[in-house]
Protein backbone atom coordinates (compact mmCIF):
# COMPACT_ATOMS: atom_id res chain seq x y z
CA UNK A 1 0.00 0.00 0.00
CA UNK A 2 2.68 2.51 0.98
CA UNK A 3 5.15 4.31 -1.72
CA UNK A 4 8.16 2.82 -1.95
CA UNK A 5 9.89 6.30 -1.67
CA UNK A 6 8.70 5.80 1.97
CA UNK A 7 9.25 2.45 2.86
CA UNK A 8 12.87 2.89 1.50
CA UNK A 9 13.28 5.55 4.57
CA UNK A 10 15.52 4.21 7.04
CA UNK A 11 13.86 5.76 10.46
CA UNK A 12 16.71 7.41 12.58
CA UNK A 13 19.37 5.68 14.42
CA UNK A 14 18.12 7.82 17.69
CA UNK A 15 14.69 6.22 17.73
CA UNK A 16 15.27 3.09 19.56
CA UNK A 17 17.61 5.36 21.98
CA UNK A 18 14.76 8.34 22.11
CA UNK A 19 12.00 5.68 23.28
CA UNK A 20 14.44 3.83 25.49
CA UNK A 21 15.29 7.18 27.65
CA UNK A 22 11.39 7.86 27.64
CA UNK A 23 10.53 4.28 29.08
CA UNK A 24 13.23 5.03 32.30
CA UNK A 25 12.35 8.31 32.45
CA UNK A 26 8.54 7.20 33.00
CA UNK A 27 9.38 4.66 35.35
CA UNK A 28 11.27 7.70 37.39
CA UNK A 29 14.96 7.06 36.67
CA UNK A 30 17.07 10.56 36.27
CA UNK A 31 18.98 10.13 33.07
CA UNK A 32 21.49 12.35 32.07
CA UNK A 33 20.95 12.81 28.64
CA UNK A 34 23.79 13.55 26.03
CA UNK A 35 22.23 12.76 22.49
CA UNK A 36 20.29 15.70 21.94
CA UNK A 37 21.79 17.91 19.23
CA UNK A 38 20.02 20.97 20.48
CA UNK A 39 20.70 24.07 22.26
CA UNK A 40 20.86 24.02 26.50
CA UNK A 41 19.88 27.65 25.94
CA UNK A 42 16.86 29.31 26.05
CA UNK A 43 16.11 31.76 22.97
CA UNK A 44 17.34 35.03 23.31
CA UNK A 45 14.71 37.88 24.59
CA UNK A 46 14.88 40.22 21.76
CA UNK A 47 13.85 37.53 19.51
CA UNK A 48 10.66 36.62 21.42
CA UNK A 49 10.31 40.62 21.46
CA UNK A 50 10.16 40.82 17.98
CA UNK A 51 7.79 37.65 17.37
CA UNK A 52 5.33 39.40 20.04
CA UNK A 53 5.37 42.59 18.32
CA UNK A 54 4.66 41.02 15.03
CA UNK A 55 1.63 39.49 16.54
CA UNK A 56 0.68 42.73 18.45
CA UNK A 57 0.83 44.90 14.86
CA UNK A 58 -1.25 42.04 13.12
CA UNK A 59 1.84 40.52 11.22
CA UNK A 60 0.06 37.60 10.53
CA UNK A 61 -0.60 36.71 7.56
CA UNK A 62 0.61 35.03 4.01
CA UNK A 63 3.68 37.20 2.55
CA UNK A 64 6.40 36.14 0.29
CA UNK A 65 7.17 32.63 -0.48
CA UNK A 66 11.35 32.68 -0.17
CA UNK A 67 10.64 34.64 3.08
CA UNK A 68 10.59 38.32 4.85
CA UNK A 69 12.56 40.60 2.44
CA UNK A 70 13.57 42.21 5.91
CA UNK A 71 14.72 38.56 7.15
CA UNK A 72 16.32 38.08 3.72
CA UNK A 73 18.12 41.54 3.78
CA UNK A 74 18.95 40.73 7.26
CA UNK A 75 20.50 37.03 6.33
CA UNK A 76 22.47 39.34 3.08
CA UNK A 77 24.10 41.66 5.88
CA UNK A 78 25.13 38.61 8.11
CA UNK A 79 26.61 36.58 5.10
CA UNK A 80 28.45 40.24 4.38
CA UNK A 81 29.62 40.70 7.85
CA UNK A 82 30.60 37.43 8.91
CA UNK A 83 31.50 35.52 5.63
CA UNK A 84 32.62 38.19 3.08
CA UNK A 85 30.50 36.95 0.80
CA UNK A 86 27.91 39.02 -1.30
CA UNK A 87 24.55 37.86 -1.71
CA UNK A 88 21.50 39.98 -2.83
CA UNK A 89 17.36 38.85 -1.35
CA UNK A 90 16.65 37.53 -4.32
CA UNK A 91 19.42 34.98 -3.92
CA UNK A 92 18.00 34.10 -0.18
CA UNK A 93 15.31 31.08 0.35
CA UNK A 94 13.91 30.99 4.03
CA UNK A 95 12.18 27.89 5.01
CA UNK A 96 11.11 26.14 7.72
CA UNK A 97 14.41 24.97 9.26
CA UNK A 98 17.62 23.52 7.38
CA UNK A 99 15.93 20.46 6.99
CA UNK A 100 13.89 22.00 4.19
CA UNK A 101 16.40 23.91 2.95
CA UNK A 102 18.15 21.06 1.79
CA UNK A 103 15.20 19.29 1.02
CA UNK A 104 14.42 22.40 -1.29
CA UNK A 105 18.43 22.08 -2.83
CA UNK A 106 17.69 17.76 -3.52
CA UNK A 107 14.71 18.69 -5.27
CA UNK A 108 15.78 21.36 -7.24
CA UNK A 109 19.24 19.61 -8.59
CA UNK A 110 18.42 16.08 -8.71
CA UNK A 111 17.05 14.04 -11.05
CA UNK A 112 16.34 9.83 -10.52
CA UNK A 113 19.71 8.44 -10.05
CA UNK A 114 22.04 11.43 -9.48
CA UNK A 115 24.29 10.33 -7.20
CA UNK A 116 25.46 12.69 -3.45
CA UNK A 117 28.44 12.16 -2.15
CA UNK A 118 28.11 11.99 1.79
CA UNK A 119 31.07 11.80 3.86
CA UNK A 120 30.76 9.15 6.05
CA UNK A 121 30.15 9.83 9.59
CA UNK A 122 27.07 11.69 8.24
CA UNK A 123 24.48 14.46 10.04
CA UNK A 124 21.15 11.52 10.04
CA UNK A 125 18.25 13.07 7.34
CA UNK A 126 21.21 13.42 5.02
CA UNK A 127 20.99 10.31 3.08
CA UNK A 128 17.05 9.62 3.36
CA UNK A 129 16.75 13.32 1.91
CA UNK A 130 18.69 12.36 -0.69
CA UNK A 131 16.65 9.25 -1.59
CA UNK A 132 13.51 10.92 -1.21
CA UNK A 133 14.24 13.24 -3.95
CA UNK A 134 15.27 10.44 -6.58
CA UNK A 135 19.30 10.70 -5.63
CA UNK A 136 21.33 7.99 -4.69
CA UNK A 137 23.66 8.64 -1.92
CA UNK A 138 27.01 7.53 -2.00
CA UNK A 139 28.97 7.18 0.76
CA UNK A 140 32.68 8.07 1.16
CA UNK A 141 34.53 6.29 3.66
CA UNK A 142 36.61 9.54 5.47
CA UNK A 143 40.02 8.62 6.99
CA UNK A 144 41.05 8.41 10.73
CA UNK A 145 44.64 10.09 9.53
CA UNK A 146 42.10 13.31 8.22
CA UNK A 147 40.16 13.20 11.78
CA UNK A 148 37.23 11.82 9.15
CA UNK A 149 37.33 15.13 7.24
CA UNK A 150 36.32 14.88 3.49
CA UNK A 151 39.44 15.45 1.25
CA UNK A 152 39.78 16.63 -2.64
CA UNK A 153 40.99 13.29 -3.47
CA UNK A 154 38.31 11.48 -2.07
CA UNK A 155 35.75 13.39 -4.16
CA UNK A 156 37.83 12.32 -7.00
CA UNK A 157 38.20 8.53 -5.80
CA UNK A 158 34.46 8.46 -5.66
CA UNK A 159 32.70 10.10 -7.95
CA UNK A 160 31.31 9.12 -10.92
CA UNK A 161 29.72 11.02 -14.23
CA UNK A 162 26.61 10.58 -12.17
CA UNK A 163 27.57 12.42 -9.46
CA UNK A 164 25.92 15.53 -9.23
CA UNK A 165 26.25 17.32 -5.61
CA UNK A 166 28.21 16.61 -2.03
CA UNK A 167 27.26 17.36 1.02
CA UNK A 168 29.67 18.89 3.39
CA UNK A 169 28.68 19.48 6.98
CA UNK A 170 31.34 22.07 8.05
CA UNK A 171 31.46 22.79 11.41
CA UNK A 172 30.55 18.80 11.60
CA UNK A 173 28.25 16.97 13.43
CA UNK A 174 28.88 14.34 14.76
CA UNK A 175 32.57 14.98 14.66
CA UNK A 176 32.49 18.79 15.75
CA UNK A 177 35.78 19.18 13.52
CA UNK A 178 35.98 22.05 10.94
CA UNK A 179 37.75 22.21 7.58
CA UNK A 180 40.11 25.15 7.15
CA UNK A 181 40.54 27.51 4.03
CA UNK A 182 43.11 25.06 2.58
CA UNK A 183 40.93 22.12 2.69
CA UNK A 184 38.02 23.76 1.40
CA UNK A 185 39.58 25.09 -1.78
CA UNK A 186 40.95 21.57 -3.05
CA UNK A 187 37.54 20.50 -2.41
CA UNK A 188 35.60 22.96 -4.65
CA UNK A 189 38.45 22.83 -7.11
CA UNK A 190 37.82 19.24 -7.63
CA UNK A 191 34.41 19.95 -7.53
CA UNK A 192 34.24 22.95 -10.22
CA UNK A 193 36.70 20.92 -12.29
CA UNK A 194 34.17 17.97 -12.19
CA UNK A 195 30.75 20.12 -12.28
CA UNK A 196 29.94 19.12 -8.81
CA UNK A 197 27.61 21.15 -6.42
CA UNK A 198 28.37 21.68 -3.25
CA UNK A 199 25.66 21.63 -0.50
CA UNK A 200 28.02 23.52 2.43
CA UNK A 201 25.83 23.17 5.86
CA UNK A 202 27.10 25.84 7.65
CA UNK A 203 24.60 25.67 10.66
CA UNK A 204 27.07 25.31 13.43
CA UNK A 205 29.11 27.95 12.15
CA UNK A 206 29.10 30.61 14.69
CA UNK A 207 29.91 27.53 17.23
CA UNK A 208 33.68 27.51 16.19
CA UNK A 209 36.79 26.92 18.31
CA UNK A 210 39.48 27.23 15.10
CA UNK A 211 41.25 30.37 14.43
CA UNK A 212 38.64 31.33 11.82
CA UNK A 213 35.57 29.62 10.54
CA UNK A 214 35.88 30.18 6.45
CA UNK A 215 32.05 29.38 4.80
CA UNK A 216 32.88 27.52 1.58
CA UNK A 217 31.23 30.12 -0.55
CA UNK A 218 34.33 32.55 0.37
CA UNK A 219 36.97 30.10 -0.62
CA UNK A 220 37.13 31.33 -4.71
CA UNK A 221 34.60 33.18 -6.82
CA UNK A 222 34.37 29.59 -9.12
CA UNK A 223 33.45 28.22 -5.03
CA UNK A 224 30.42 30.50 -4.84
CA UNK A 225 29.01 29.62 -8.37
CA UNK A 226 28.43 25.61 -7.42
CA UNK A 227 28.17 26.15 -3.76
CA UNK A 228 24.34 26.38 -2.26
CA UNK A 229 25.31 27.88 1.45
CA UNK A 230 23.04 26.35 3.92
CA UNK A 231 22.36 27.78 7.59
CA UNK A 232 19.48 28.57 9.98
CA UNK A 233 19.05 30.02 12.90
CA UNK A 234 18.54 26.59 15.20
CA UNK A 235 22.32 26.35 16.30
CA UNK A 236 23.71 29.73 16.23
CA UNK A 237 20.93 30.84 17.60
CA UNK A 238 19.11 29.12 20.58
CA UNK A 239 15.54 29.12 17.86
CA UNK A 240 15.05 25.74 17.14
CA UNK A 241 11.34 25.64 17.13
CA UNK A 242 11.32 28.22 15.43
CA UNK A 243 11.99 26.38 12.07
CA UNK A 244 13.86 29.16 10.42
CA UNK A 245 16.81 27.87 8.16
CA UNK A 246 17.79 29.19 4.81
CA UNK A 247 20.13 28.97 1.47
CA UNK A 248 22.19 31.40 -0.09
CA UNK A 249 23.00 30.58 -3.77
CA UNK A 250 22.29 31.93 -7.24
CA UNK A 251 19.43 33.36 -8.82
CA UNK A 252 18.53 30.85 -10.49
CA UNK A 253 18.69 28.07 -8.28
CA UNK A 254 16.78 30.48 -5.33
CA UNK A 255 13.99 30.78 -8.35
CA UNK A 256 13.82 26.79 -8.59
CA UNK A 257 13.68 26.54 -5.05
CA UNK A 258 10.89 28.86 -4.59
CA UNK A 259 8.73 27.38 -7.31
CA UNK A 260 9.34 23.73 -5.05
CA UNK A 261 8.75 25.37 -2.04
CA UNK A 262 5.56 27.43 -2.99
CA UNK A 263 3.55 24.27 -3.25
CA UNK A 264 4.92 22.65 -0.44
CA UNK A 265 4.76 25.03 2.56
CA UNK A 266 4.99 28.17 1.39
CA UNK A 267 6.85 29.94 3.91
CA UNK A 268 8.07 29.35 7.82
CA UNK A 269 6.16 31.33 10.10
CA UNK A 270 5.43 34.60 9.70
CA UNK A 271 5.79 35.40 13.60
CA UNK A 272 9.11 33.10 13.14
CA UNK A 273 10.49 35.04 10.75
CA UNK A 274 10.17 38.13 12.35
CA UNK A 275 11.39 36.55 15.42
CA UNK A 276 14.47 35.82 13.16
CA UNK A 277 14.78 39.32 12.22
CA UNK A 278 15.32 40.79 15.50
CA UNK A 279 17.91 37.44 16.57
CA UNK A 280 20.26 38.58 13.77
CA UNK A 281 19.82 42.40 14.29
CA UNK A 282 21.03 41.51 18.33
CA UNK A 283 22.91 38.28 17.71
CA UNK A 284 26.49 39.13 18.61
CA UNK A 285 26.33 39.47 22.37
CA UNK A 286 24.17 36.05 22.92
CA UNK A 287 26.28 33.72 20.35
CA UNK A 288 29.40 34.98 22.04
CA UNK A 289 28.15 33.74 25.66
CA UNK A 290 26.85 30.59 24.49
CA UNK A 291 30.15 30.00 22.38
CA UNK A 292 32.84 31.00 25.50
CA UNK A 293 29.76 28.26 27.89
CA UNK A 294 30.60 25.38 24.92
CA UNK A 295 34.28 25.81 25.07
CA UNK A 296 34.63 25.41 28.97
CA UNK A 297 32.56 22.11 28.36
CA UNK A 298 34.27 21.06 25.48
CA UNK A 299 37.95 22.00 27.05
CA UNK A 300 37.07 19.94 30.76
CA UNK A 301 35.82 17.07 28.58
CA UNK A 302 38.73 16.48 26.22
CA UNK A 303 40.97 17.34 29.85
CA UNK A 304 38.97 14.18 31.31
CA UNK A 305 38.84 11.88 28.62
CA UNK A 306 42.94 13.03 28.19
CA UNK A 307 43.75 12.16 31.89
CA UNK A 308 40.84 9.93 33.13
CA UNK A 309 40.03 7.92 30.02
CA UNK A 310 42.98 7.05 27.50
CA UNK A 311 41.24 4.04 26.39
CA UNK A 312 38.44 6.26 24.77
CA UNK A 313 40.17 8.58 22.36
CA UNK A 314 38.54 11.38 20.58
CA UNK A 315 38.53 13.38 17.79
CA UNK A 316 40.19 17.07 18.51
CA UNK A 317 36.74 19.13 18.42
CA UNK A 318 37.11 21.96 16.77
CA UNK A 319 33.29 23.29 16.39
CA UNK A 320 29.57 22.34 17.02
CA UNK A 321 29.05 20.93 20.39
CA UNK A 322 29.78 17.23 20.10
CA UNK A 323 32.46 15.07 20.77
CA UNK A 324 33.02 11.58 18.64
CA UNK A 325 34.19 9.27 20.78
CA UNK A 326 36.82 5.81 19.77
CA UNK A 327 34.99 3.09 21.67
CA UNK A 328 36.80 0.46 19.56
CA UNK A 329 38.49 -0.97 23.01
CA UNK A 330 35.39 -2.81 23.67
CA UNK A 331 34.80 -3.89 20.40
CA UNK A 332 36.16 -7.40 20.89
CA UNK A 333 34.54 -7.87 24.40
CA UNK A 334 31.01 -6.32 23.28
CA UNK A 335 31.02 -8.86 20.26
CA UNK A 336 32.22 -11.99 22.70
CA UNK A 337 29.83 -11.39 25.23
CA UNK A 338 25.40 -11.05 25.33
CA UNK A 339 23.01 -8.64 23.81
CA UNK A 340 21.63 -6.47 26.52
CA UNK A 341 17.92 -7.43 25.45
CA UNK A 342 18.31 -10.76 23.67
CA UNK A 343 20.75 -12.40 25.17
CA UNK A 344 21.96 -13.15 22.03
CA UNK A 345 26.24 -12.61 21.32
CA UNK A 346 26.41 -10.35 18.62
CA UNK A 347 27.25 -10.88 14.95
CA UNK A 348 30.19 -9.28 13.41
CA UNK A 349 27.51 -7.48 11.44
CA UNK A 350 25.22 -5.99 14.55
CA UNK A 351 26.62 -2.52 15.88
CA UNK A 352 28.05 -2.98 19.18
CA UNK A 353 28.00 1.00 19.58
CA UNK A 354 24.46 0.45 20.20
CA UNK A 355 24.89 -1.91 21.83
CA UNK A 356 27.27 0.09 24.00
CA UNK A 357 25.07 2.80 24.17
CA UNK A 358 22.17 0.86 25.04
CA UNK A 359 24.06 -0.74 27.89
CA UNK A 360 25.11 2.44 29.35
CA UNK A 361 21.35 3.84 29.23
CA UNK A 362 20.20 0.65 31.02
CA UNK A 363 22.94 0.28 33.65
CA UNK A 364 24.42 4.03 34.09
CA UNK A 365 21.67 6.05 32.97
CA UNK A 366 23.53 8.05 30.61
CA UNK A 367 21.88 8.59 26.77
CA UNK A 368 24.28 8.77 24.33
CA UNK A 369 24.37 8.19 20.23
CA UNK A 370 26.23 5.15 18.73
CA UNK A 371 28.23 5.94 15.86
CA UNK A 372 26.56 3.47 13.91
CA UNK A 373 23.59 6.16 13.26
CA UNK A 374 25.72 8.29 11.64
CA UNK A 375 27.23 5.45 9.29
CA UNK A 376 30.58 5.52 11.59
CA UNK A 377 31.16 2.37 13.33
CA UNK A 378 33.04 2.03 16.72
CA UNK A 379 31.84 5.45 18.28
CA UNK A 380 29.52 7.41 20.04
CA UNK A 381 28.45 11.02 19.71
CA UNK A 382 28.28 12.96 22.83
CA UNK A 383 26.21 16.17 22.74
CA UNK A 384 27.75 18.41 25.37
CA UNK A 385 24.49 21.07 24.88
CA UNK A 386 24.49 20.51 29.10
CA UNK A 387 25.88 22.06 32.46
CA UNK A 388 30.07 21.13 32.84
CA UNK A 389 29.00 19.07 35.65
CA UNK A 390 26.77 17.22 33.49
CA UNK A 391 28.88 16.48 30.39
CA UNK A 392 31.52 15.25 33.08
CA UNK A 393 29.62 13.07 35.12
CA UNK A 394 28.10 11.54 31.68
CA UNK A 395 31.73 11.12 30.76
CA UNK A 396 32.59 8.86 34.13
CA UNK A 397 30.10 7.10 34.05
CA UNK A 398 31.02 5.93 30.47
CA UNK A 399 34.47 5.51 31.77
CA UNK A 400 32.98 3.28 34.40
CA UNK A 401 31.24 1.41 31.54
CA UNK A 402 34.31 0.84 29.58
CA UNK A 403 36.28 -0.20 33.01
CA UNK A 404 33.45 -2.75 33.94
CA UNK A 405 33.62 -4.26 30.42
CA UNK A 406 37.19 -4.73 29.63
CA UNK A 407 37.58 -6.22 33.28
CA UNK A 408 35.21 -9.07 31.56
C1 LIG B 1 24.18 19.25 10.57
C2 LIG B 1 22.75 19.63 10.68
N1 LIG B 1 22.15 20.19 9.62
C3 LIG B 1 20.87 20.55 9.66
C4 LIG B 1 20.11 20.37 10.81
C5 LIG B 1 18.67 20.78 10.79
O1 LIG B 1 18.46 21.95 11.47
P1 LIG B 1 17.05 22.67 11.51
O2 LIG B 1 16.60 22.61 12.93
O3 LIG B 1 17.32 24.08 11.09
O4 LIG B 1 16.14 21.96 10.58
C6 LIG B 1 20.70 19.80 11.94
C7 LIG B 1 19.90 19.54 13.15
O5 LIG B 1 20.23 18.75 14.01
C8 LIG B 1 22.06 19.43 11.89
O6 LIG B 1 22.69 18.88 12.93
Redesign the pocket.
Known amino acids: MLSKTVRNIVPSGTVAINARVFDLKASGIDIINLSV?EPDFNTPEHAKEGAARAMAENKTRYDKVPGLIELRTAICKKLKEENGLDYIPDQIVVSN???QSITNTCFALLNSGDEVLIPAPY?VSYPEIVKIAGGVPVFVDTKRENDFKLTAAEIEEYSTEKTKMVIL?NPS?PLGTVHTREELKAIADVCHKKGIYILS?E?YERICFADEFVSMAAVSPEAKDITIVLN?L?KSIPM?GWRI?YTASTVEFAKAMTAFQGHITSHPSIISQWAGVAALEHREEYTNMMVAAYKERMEAAVKYLHEELPEVPCIEPKGAFYLFLDISCVKDKLLATADTFGNMPLSGSDSYSKEFVMKLLDEKHVAMVPGSAFGKEGFVRVAYAASKETVLEGLARLGQLVKEILAQ
Open positions: GGAKWCNDVGSTG
